[in-house]
Structures are given as structure tokens and as C-alpha cells.
T-cell receptor
């Protein structure tokens, strides 16, 4: 089955700096890669996703890049703000299968 | 648009007791998922329904966990009997059925503590 690894497990950045979280996946058939943000005690919320036919997607301060050859994808947050502090999860889904496999999460702390 | 609803939000039980969780997906979403999220970990899929049929329950501990979605809308997840290691947040999610990958929307979760 699919295996998703996520790094780092914790990340602290100064407000205004950029943050990068990386994930690798094992199943070359995976074709959909969402990122979820989960604030303490709240539900995971989709912040951005990318499909395998695209190499990069951007939404304001958030971008995701995908390298299918290397089987890794990354979340980039620019101009970080205190409200970006949360746990971020990557996930991967295989073609023909609705099942999402999640990474172990990255706790991002923005230092004011 | 109303989101995924879950109840109860919190539950404390003793080990060997039974517990049930309820989920109502977003209207029109044919696919429903139950996840278990242990503290400090990512959500792990327990079971996936499409309408009232089970698509994937490979990670459901079937000796103690059961789930149903009899009318293809809301769903219940039951644990009987509970163990200490079942302490977790149980998340329900739903998605449309389409030709490609569809976004999963999560409910607020039920936080279970087994003592």
C-alpha cells in the first residue's frame, strides 16, 4: 500500500519568513496530493491540492510543487503570519482508489 | 452549504464499555469515510462507504469496530468493547463521486477517551 513520509515534524519560522514542508510517497500510481491544515482541537481543512498532471499550483501565499519522478511534493508558505501556526498534513491518493494516506504531520509555529 | 456533522463531540468511557459515533455527511456526497486520529499522528482510514456499500475496510479492527450506512446517508461507527488504545479523535469525512479525485471534507470529530 501507499506510504507517505513527511518532514520536518516541527518547524519554527520567524513571522514574514517562508516555510517549506516536504513529503515523499511510495506508490507511483498516486495522482492526487492534498494538503490539510489542522488547528488545535479543530478539523483538518483542505488548503491546497495538486493533481499529477500539474507540476506546481499557487494560491496567494501558499504553493505546492510536485516531482513525480522523485515521488515527492512540497508545501511552500511565504510571508508567514501568526495565524499560519497549525499542524499541516500532506496526503496522497492512488489512481482508481478514493483512499487518502496521510503523512505524520508538521507542527508549524510562527514566531512573532 | 452545511458541513459534515458529527456527534457527540466528546466521550469518556471506561475500557470494555461500548460507544457509538454518528456522522451526517454533506448533502449529495455519496462517499463517506471514518478516520481514526491518534494524538500526534495523521488520520488513518478505518472504513470507506460509497452510498450504503463498503469500499474499503481493510484497516478496521473488525473484532471490536463496526460501521454502517444503511440508507446511504448518515453513518454510525461503534466500538465494542473499547480498549485504552482506542483513545483518539474519530473523524468523519465525505466527498462527491466524480471522474477524478474529489476533495474530502472533514467533520469536527469525536474525541474519545478510554479510561
Amino acid at each position: 500500500g501507499e506510504n507517505v513520509e513527511q518532514h520536518p515534524s516541527t518547524l519554527s519560522v520567524q513571522e514574514g519568513d517562508s516555510a517549506v514542508i516536504k513529503c515523499t510517497y511510495s506508490d507511483s500510481a498516486s495522482n492526487y496530493f492534498p494538503w490539510y491544515k489542522q488547528e488545535l482541537g479543530k478539523r483538518p481543512q483542505l488548503i491546497i491540492d495538486i493533481r499529477s498532471n500539474v507540476g506546481e499550483k499557487k494560491d496567494q501565499r501558499i504553493a505546492v510543487t510536485l516531482n513525480k519522478t522523485a515521488k515527492h511534493f512540497s508545501l511552500h508558505i511565504t510571508e508567514t503570519q501568526p495565524e499560519d501556526s497549525a499542524v499541516y498534513f500532506c496526503a496522497a491518493r492512488s489512481f482508481g482508489n478514493e483512499k487518502l494516506t496521510f503523512g505524520t504531520g508538521t507542527r508549524l509555529t510562527i514566531i512573532p | 452549504e452545511a458541513g459534515v456533522a458529527q456527534s457527540p463531540r466528546y466521550k469518556i468511557i471506561e475500557k470494555r464499555q461500548s460507544v457509538a459515533f454518528w456522522c451526517n455527511p454533506i448533502s449529495g456526497h455519496a462517499t463517506l469515510y471514518w478516520y481514526q486520529q491518534i494524538l500526534g499522528q495523521g488520520p488513518k482510514l478505518l472504513i470507506q462507504f460509497q452510498n450504503n456499500g463498503v469500499v474499503d475496510d481493510s484497516q478496521l479492527p473488525k473484532d471490536r469496530f463496526s460501521a454502517e450506512r444503511l440508507k446511504g446517508v448518515d453513518s454510525t461507527l461503534k466500538i465494542q468493547p473499547a480498549k485504552l488504545e482506542d483513545s483518539a479523535v474519530y473523524l468523519c469525512a465525505s466527498s462527491l463521486v466524480g471522474e477524478g479525485p474529489e476533495t474530502q471534507y472533514f467533520g469536527p470529530g469525536t474525541r474519545l477517551l478510554v479510561l
